[in-house]
Antibody, heavy 119, light 112 residues
Framework: QVQLQQWGAGLLKPSETLSLTCAVY????????WYWIRQSPGKGLEWIGK???????NYNASLESRVIMSVDTSKNQFSLRLTSVTAADTAVYYC?????????????WGQGTLVTVSS | DIVMTQSPDSLAVSLGDRATINCKSS????????????LAWYQKKPGQPPKLLIY???TRESGVPDRFSGSGSGTDFTLTINNLQAEDVAVYYC????????FGPGTKVEIK
C-alpha cells in the first residue's frame, strides 16, 4: 500500500522560503512522477509542479520563477521549495502520485500541510 | 493552458436523489491515439486530501461506490451521483491531465 507522508514549516514570514518534504512508503519510487498541489483558503486546487525519480521537472508557469523541486532516491523522498513567499502563498500543500504509471489522475495523496504566510 | 469550468457552483439534493455535475474543458482532452479522455473527478472533504473517484473520464477507482459515475468525451463531461448519501456531501472537482494539469473550480454538493 502506497503512503505519502509530508512535513515542513507551517508558519513563514513574507519573503522567506517555503520548504516541504514528502516521503514515499510502499510501492516503487522509480518510474513515477511525483507532484505538489496546493489549495488556498476558500479556493480551488492548483498544480505546482512535478518531478521524476531521475529529477526531471515541470513547473506551473505561474510559479516557475520561484519553485524548485528535488528528489532523494536513497530515501524515497521528494521536496518542494518556494522562494519569496507572500500572503498569496498561504495554502494547504499536498504531495501526490498518479494512481498508476502513465497517468496523472492523482490516486495517492499526502495528508496535507497548512502553510501560513504572515508577518 | 487548458481551462476547466464546472457547473453549477453548488447544488442541494435530497437524500436518495441524483446529483449531476458538469465539467467543460477549453480544449479537447481526448487523445486520439488511444481514444482516452484525460479527465478525472475528485471528492474533497474538509481536512482531507482529495479522493480520486473517476479517471479516464468514466473508469471508477477501486473502492468507489457504484453510485458514482462519469461520462462525456472531448470537452464536455459529467459526474453523476445516484442515490445521494449523507457522506457524499463534499466539493467535487474535475481535472484534466491531457496537457500538464488543471482543475475545475469545484462544485459544492449539499443535502436539501
Amino acid at each position: 500500500q502506497v503512503q505519502l507522508q509530508q512535513w515542513g514549516a507551517g508558519l513563514l514570514k513574507p519573503s522567506e522560503t517555503l520548504s516541504l518534504t514528502c516521503a514515499v512508503y510502499g510501492g516503487s519510487f522509480s518510474g513515477y512522477y511525483w507532484y505538489w498541489i496546493r489549495q488556498s483558503p476558500g479556493k480551488g486546487l492548483e498544480w505546482i509542479g512535478k518531478i521524476s525519480h531521475s529529477g526531471n521537472t515541470n513547473y506551473n508557469a505561474s510559479l516557475e520563477s520561484r519553485v524548485i523541486m528535488s528528489v532523494d532516491t536513497s530515501k524515497n523522498q521528494f521536496s518542494l521549495r518556494l522562494t519569496s513567499v507572500t500572503a498569496a502563498d498561504t495554502a494547504v500543500y499536498y504531495c501526490a502520485r498518479g494512481r498508476a504509471r502513465g497517468t496523472a489522475a492523482f490516486g495517492y495523496w499526502g495528508q496535507g500541510t497548512l502553510v501560513t504566510v504572515s508577518s | 493552458d487548458i481551462v476547466m469550468t464546472q457547473s453549477p457552483d453548488s447544488l442541494a439534493v435530497s437524500l436518495g436523489d441524483r446529483a449531476t455535475i458538469n465539467c467543460k474543458s477549453s480544449q479537447s482532452v481526448l487523445y486520439s491515439s488511444n481514444n482516452k479522455n484525460y479527465l478525472a473527478w475528485y471528492q474533497k472533504k474538509p481536512g482531507q486530501p482529495p479522493k480520486l473517484l473517476i479517471y479516464w473520464a468514466s473508469t471508477r477507482e477501486s473502492g468507489v461506490p457504484d453510485r458514482f459515475s462519469g461520462s462525456g468525451s472531448g470537452t464536455d463531461f459529467t459526474l453523476t451521483i445516484n442515490n445521494l448519501q449523507a457522506e457524499d456531501v463534499a466539493v467535487y472537482y474535475c481535472q484534466q491531465y491531457y496537457s500538464l494539469f488543471s482543475f475545475g473550480p469545484g462544485t459544492k454538493v449539499e443535502i436539501k
